[in-house]
């Protein structure tokens, strides 16, 4: 190959980049809003097709891969999907179960068979008490509710360590692509972390300190939602504060 | 004498300075401000969640409930604080206003809140807090096919005149003065708030019609723009 052909290529790979890069670049929409019009595009989540045009349904980001139309919430509360891991409060205790708060529309439940323990059917206070956070997860979603399970790894009464709450839109962020941001911070920080889909996240660590400074890391994430290849932005935001903390031991030894 | 001139200057279809903002009370799923002049209005939304007392519940869709009050210090007679008449009629007429935008039939047994509060008045209060409102409920990312846009249009003596103040209202030269509000849906143009209060022909009832369709396009654009600005947050 000669020299010419290799740069024509590299010049033609750069542009196909450059067309991705624009079709992933993602725009604030508003109801009523036509985001692309023609035939070759399908609406997905939140969208809907009047004619030709594909509109939004709501107010977010408008995401195009693809063939495919669909919105990605910015704000709004939590709506709770079959599978999500979430973090609740129980309410109140009934004689099968207990009435859980996850910040979803809609009641939810987890029987006592659901538990994550042995359950003494006479107590079941024993197991969770009212204002117990649990973790759990949506086992199914019916029109009268949603029914919960704690059964599974990870999941049931969360002791000790403190709990954070933050938009259950932003949960993506914080989890990263494939756990790679929660990941950072779980052994930048040395806490154990749930992060519940509804937002509620729950940080156990050695020290109170410890905890807290994954709850600055954390907040520091949903602060910069925007911002592209955001792990890497974190990794450098870990590195100044462990400067920073170095410099403060060093001036207290002086 | 007939009326040719405005107290504040502006042309008959001239609306006033409007100012919106989205995000403004931190602890609400969606919040906005909006503000015709010195009519400044906030809402706040929170749900959907649970509908409590049960019996009010709607198991076949979701419910929109709104709630308007003003402040006692948002006019120069002090308002006895308080729902009354007034605002539970203002509440049921912008419920109605919205509700045609809304898209909540899936959200089975659950509620929709809206406060609306004004906190200073100078005529078009409910059309600033069905603005807010809308600009709150896109906010809050309740499903919507559509914004809302509303504007007070008047007859003042037989001149249409857009976007009244208070001394407007209280004219009371030659054929008086008549309010008449008016709320559109940002793209079908459909009607979803007409009230009118005082006498009007019907043509003029027509032109009064096209003007508020007309200053409702500059709402909603202005809403547009705004929702748009939030990324930063």
């Known amino acids: 190959m000669t020299p010419k052909t290799i740069k024509e290529k590299t010049e033609k790979e750069e542009k196909v980049e450059e067309e991705i890069g624009k079709e992933t670049k993602r725009e604030i929409v508003v109801p009523g809003e036509v985001i692309v019009s023609g035939d070759d595009y399908l609406p997905g989540e939140w969208t809907e097709r009047k004619g030709k045009e594909i509109v939004a349904l709501r107010f977010g980001l408008a995401d195009k891969s693809g063939r495919l139309v669909k919105i990605i919430p910015l704000s709004g509360t939590y709506i709770p999907r079959k599978g999500n891991v979430v973090i609740g409060k129980v309410l109140d205790i009934t004689f099968n179960g207990w009435i859980m708060d ?14 994550s323990k042995f359950v003494n059917k006479n107590d079941l206070s024993e197991c969770y008490d009212i204002g117990d956070m649990v973790a759990v997860k949506v086992w199914s979603i019916k029109r009268k509710g949603i029914d919960l399970t704690a059964r599974g790894r990870n999941l049931g009464r969360l ?86 903390k170095k410099k403060e031991a060093k001036e207290e030894e002086d | 004498m007939s009326y040719t001139k405005r107290p504040d200057g502006r042309k008959f279809d001239e609306l006033r300075e409007m100012k919106a903002k989205v995000g403004v009370v931190p602890r609400a799923d969606g919040s906005a401000m909006f503000a015709f002049g010195d009519t400044i209005a906030i809402a706040a939304v929170y749900g959907p969640k649970p509908f ?56 089975q047994n659950t509620v929709v809140d809206v406060h609306i509060i004004v906190l200073q008045a100078n005529a078009s209060t409910r059309c600033a807090g069905i603005n807010a409102a809308s600009l709150a409920l896109a906010h809050a990312g309740i499903p ?68 508020g369709k007309k200053a409702c396009e500059k709402i909603s654009e202005l809403q547009k723009k705004t929702l748009k600005e939030v990324k930063g947050e």
């Open chain 1, 102 to 115: 996850i910040d979803a529309p809609y009641q939810s439940f987890l029987q006592a068979m659901e538990a």
């Open chain 1, 159 to 244: 002791e000790e360590g403190i709990i954070i709450r933050v938009n259950s839109n932003k949960v993506p962020r914080v989890i990263g692509k494939e756990g790679s941001m929660i990941n950072l911070i779980k052994t930048e920080t040395n806490c154990d972390i749930t992060v519940g889909q509804n937002g509620i996240i729950w940080i156990k660590g050695n020290k109170v300190e410890d905890e807290l400074f994954a709850e600055k890391a954390i907040l520091f994430v949903t602060e910069k939602s925007f911002v592209e290849g955001l792990t890497e932005k974190t990794k450098e935001w870990f590195d100044k504060q462990k400067k920073s």
């Open chain 2, 52 to 107: 409590h007392p049960q019996h009010l519940q709607n198991p076949e869709k979701g419910v929109l409930r709104v709630n308007y009050d003003m402040l006692s210090f948002s006019v120069t007679e002090r308002k006895k604080p308080g729902p009354s008449r007034r605002s539970q009629e203002i509440s049921k007429v912008t419920e109605w206003a919205l509700a045609p935008a809304l898209q909540i039939e899936n959200f």
């Open chain 2, 144 to 211: 919507m096919t559509e914004l809302v846009s509303a504007v007070s249009v008047g007859k003042i003596d037989d001149k249409i005149v857009v976007d009244l103040i208070k001394e407007e209202e209280d004219y009371e030269d030659g054929e008086g003065a008549t309010d008449i509000p008016m709320a559109f849906l940002s793209n079908s143009k459909k009607l979803t708030l007409l009230q009118l209060d005082g006498k009007t022909s019907a043509e003029k009832l027509k032109e009064a019609l096209e003007a």
